[in-house]
């Protein structure tokens, strides 16, 4: 098939970014032979331009300005990968508004601004892609769209913070007390220096959120999420669940009770014959109940640079396949 060349921007190039560029870098080929678009890093927002050209960039596509990106006709998409909400939600507001697609692993910016955010996208005709925002490299978000087209979704339910999952593995298997749980996680990477948005919940709401917007079509906020984590949960705790033949697990759920949603974010006891409490590690699973599909389980990776660069750049070749038809309808609360 005939190749078309497409311009990125990258925002921020840390461990996301940098892993973006390094798989569109390696992969371009097979993507150009499989779906026609080939990739090309035209900007890159970062603090530094000795940054860039650690992540093998050319030191001339560097930037510290937004600016430049958003004037930069030849990148036709913005991929966020700064985290936090800000700048970053303005700096995602201000790329749709100046006619690029966006495409974002940033739950926190998205939960938080996801009704604003998609009806920008919508008034600009270009798309808001976010797969990598919930499960990592889990296909969650096109499966949820292909289940939201004919299903009326009831419930949502899973493991979505692989740091917790990592941690409530360890005192479980190995009998390890939750403080050295912790910094094992930390020493392998699966927890940053400052845990809180891992250990109480914080970004387990994020992404419980991002789902249940979709579900309900209207922007559900995350200050809604019934929200406690896991420092609470005791080695007495764990060993009883495990004598029981199941597991505590940090579970988020959304339920659907006559038109309102119920969402919660906490540790509960999973019984054994639970596809749930045989989730181990870093991994990330969630279950969706529609009423016409019954119930679909997607497990897999929920972190990690490459699992998320894989869900990025597959969204960036979405975005402009697709364009405007993969913006969420997003209603405001």
Request: charged share 25%; aromatic share 4%.
């Amino acid at each position: 098939m005939a190749s078309r060349e497409v311009g990125v921007a990258l925002l921020g190039v840390g461990t996301v970014g940098g892993a973006v560029a390094r798989t569109i870098a390696e992969r371009g080929d097979v993507i150009e032979a499989r779906t026609g678009v080939r990739l090309v890093v035209r900007r890159a927002m970062a603090r530094s331009r000795e940054r860039v050209i650690q992540v093998g960039l050319p030191p001339e596509i560097a930037t510290t300005e937004l600016d430049d990106v958003l004037g930069d006709d030849r990148a036709e998409i913005v991929v966020e990968a700064m985290g936090g909400e800000e700048p970053a939600a303005s700096y995602l507001l201000r790329s749709l508004q100046a006619g690029k697609h966006v495409v974002t692993a940033n739950k926190e910016a998205l939960a938080k601004h996801f009704a604003e955010l998609a009806a920008a996208a919508h008034a600009a005709g270009r798309a808001l892609l976010f797969e990598a925002s919930v499960g990592g490299g889990i296909p969650l978000m096109a499966s949820l769209r292909q289940i939201l087209a004919v299903n009326r979704v009831s419930r949502i339910r899973g493991i979505v913070n692989g740091t917790t999952n990592y941690i409530l593995t360890q005192m479980a298997e190995q009998g390890t007390a939750y403080a050295e749980a912790l910094q094992e996680a930390q020493r392998l990477g699966y927890a940053e220096p400052d845990p809180t948005a891992d250990v109480e919940g914080y970004d387990a709401a994020y992404k419980l959120a991002i789902l249940a917007s979709l579900a309900a079509g209207r922007h559900i906020r995350p200050e809604r999420v019934d929200r406690t984590g896991i420092t609470g949960v005791t080695p007495e705790q764990v060993g009883e669940a495990r004598s029981r033949g199941g597991a505590i697990k940090l579970i988020a759920s959304a339920e659907l009770d006559g038109e309102e949603w119920r969402l919660r974010v906490a540790p509960e006891f999973v019984p054994g014959d639970d596809l749930l409490a045989h989730v181990r590690l870093n991994f990330n699973a969630v279950e969706i109940t529609g009423d016409r599909v019954g119930p679909v389980v997607l497990y897999g990776q929920g972190a990690g640079p490459q699992p998320t660069a894989s869900a990025i750049v597959s969204d960036i070749v979405d975005a402009v396949r697709f364009g405007v038809a993969l913006a969420p309808h997003v209603a405001p609360e």
